[in-house]
């Protein structure tokens, strides 16, 4: 540790000027009125010790030059194989580096004669143009699970809910989540909102019903549909929440869950998947993780979080019947004057004697930055204390909703490694054995992780950015659509039709 008037090369900053100008580090979240800020003084690490970092700031060097690639439309995940493909990892608003979150999993079938099985675990905004790029058609985007309700966890939901039956989902769309929140709002007259899944499903449907009617036209249903839902088991009934046909692609399905304990979410006999909520504590009272077991594998999806006791719990020797979880999948952010540095596009915290209205500026986004932590995340120093809790140490520990780059991913392994240094160890493009323990990564957009019992990789997908969406392909005789033509909605006076004097038939 160096004395506090010890500069440190790799950061232009001492740890004096850090802390006299405005309460930064730890001591920062105090403008908050976190009661983080007065542990300050148990901390072995403060800003000036993590961030700034020399790494570059504009790229994740492991995953864009050093992971091996694997190349779209993949294969279907292999025998005894599950596969996590991160379509979005960022933290909101997006970047073109990182759309919002979202994780794709896929089993593929066991040797013990189950069947594949697939689920989206949030959608948030930006995420189908990384879906088409790996080549996911909306077929097998039926199964959606969301951990809250925030815009950049469920704001594509409208794309996939209403794009699917007109092309190869031509069935119904299922979306888990939890229910109402129960909380009051504050102001007279106080009430409680309808704000669970139910709701979201319900209003989505008819927010949509313009685009649902004027895709109609086309076949949206099959005569070979079969509800599915009974060898789901599911912990209560689906609700079709607008008035289509049960087995139609517009259907809407929601699936609510009581966010107040840990439940059976899904349970496949036939797949062999079995999928379990637990609560966690974020924004607003609510807020879900899950656990996915499949074929002596299992992964945990925290999704946004503050630090709580739950997500150790359902990843302990206990809980996995002494095995430990093979993939934790948990959210981090990094401190809030490292974020408000990069947000700014300043190289290092400004003077605030020779630069004092930015400097005020700066001091202001922390403290908002600040606040929204202590309301919502997990900082990247209570990660790496939450992670030293679990008795059995995950295979591979993977850090989400996080901004990724050479220079954050540098600073938030020294606040990690303060508290798992007896363990912890960085994920290369080498993969990890089956038997090994105590690896981490950082998620990044196209990032895909294959987990088998003999060992886990990560990988970067190779992908065409000017790829087309996937081609129509559905299973089954097309029913009648509900408009008899092309042209039964629309007003026809003032279209160009082809011709002679126009344009080609054919379109050329």
């Known amino acids: 540790m160096t004395s506090p008037d010890e500069r440190k090369p790799e950061a232009g900053l001492t ?66 194989e599950l596969r996590i493909t991160f379509m979005g990892s960022g933290f909101p608003p997006a970047r073109p580096a990182q759309e919002m979150m979202s994780v794709f999993v896929e089993v593929g079938p066991g040797s013990n004669g189950t069947a594949p099985d697939q689920f989206i675990f949030d ?9 088409t790029a790996m080549n996911v058609g909306f077929k097998k985007m039926d199964k959606v699970f969301l951990n809250h309700l925030h815009g950049d966890h469920m ?18 769309l299922y979306v888990w989540g939890p229910g109402p929140s129960r909380v009051k709002s504050p102001t007279p007259p106080r009430r409680l909102y309808d704000d669970g899944t139910t709701a979201l499903c319900r209003n989505l449907r008819e927010a949509c019903r313009w685009h649902t009617e004027s895709f109609s036209f086309l076949p949206t249903a099959v005569e070979e549909w079969r509800d599915e839902t009974p060898k789901w088991g599911l912990p209560v009934a689906a609700v079709n929440v ?69 997500c150790v719990q359902q990843a302990s020797s206990k809980e996995t019947e002494g095995k430990g979880v093979d993939v934790f999948i948990h959210e981090m952010v990094p401190p809030p004057e490292a974020s408000v540095v990069k947000a700014l596009r ?24 600040a606040t929204v932590y202590e309301n919502s995340h997990t900082p990247q120093g209570a990660f790496g204390y939450l992670l030293n809790q679990i008795d059995v140490h995950p295979r591979l520990t993977v850090a989400a909703h996080f901004t990724v780059a050479d220079d954050t991913i540098a600073c938030a392994k020294k606040s990690v490694w303060s ?11 080498d993969a990890i054995g089956g038997a090994t323990r105590g ?70």
């Open 15 to 80: 740890r004096r000027s850090l802390l006299k100008g405005s309460g930064l580090a730890l001591g920062g979240l105090a403008i908050a009125g976190s009661g983080i800020g007065r542990a300050a003084s148990q901390c072995t690490l403060d800003t000036g010790d993590c961030y700034p970092t020399p790494e570059k700031r504009d790229a994740y060097t492991l995953f864009s030059e050093e992971l091996d690639t694997v190349t779209p439309p993949l294969r279907p995940a292999g025998m005894d």
């Open 123 to 131: 959608c948030g905004s930006g995420v189908m143009g990384n879906y």
């Open 155 to 172: 704001s594509d939901l409208t794309c996939i809910y209403t794009f699917g039956p007109a092309t190869d989902r031509k069935k119904p």
């Open 242 to 310: 607008g008035d289509d046909p049960p087995g139609d692609g517009f259907a809407l399905y929601a699936i609510e869950l009581d966010w107040t304990r840990v439940g059976v979410a899904y349970e496949n006999h036939e797949t062999g998947v079995r999928i379990t909520h637990f609560p966690v504590v974020h924004a607003r009272k609510g807020s879900v993780g899950y656990k996915l077991e499949w074929n002596g594998l299992s992964m945990i999806y925290t999704s946004d979080t503050r630090p709580e006791t739950m």
């Open 346 to 369: 300043l190289p290092r915290v400004p003077d605030p004697v020779l630069q004092p209205e930015l400097y005020e500026q700066f001091q202001k986004h922390v403290a908002l930055a």
């Open 419 to 429: 508290h798992c240094k007896e363990w912890i160890q960085w994920l290369g493009k």
């Open 439 to 508: 690896y981490m990564t950082w998620a990044c957009d196209l990032m895909v992780i294959t987990v088998t019992k003999d060992e886990i990789k990560q990988y970067r997908a190779d992908v065409d950015p000017f790829a087309m969406s996937p081609l129509s392909s559905y299973d089954g005789t097309a029913l009648p659509p509900k408009y008899p033509s092309p042209t039964a909605a629309i007003d026809t006076t003032n279209v160009i039709q082809p011709g002679p004097d126009t344009y080609c038939e054919s379109g050329y």
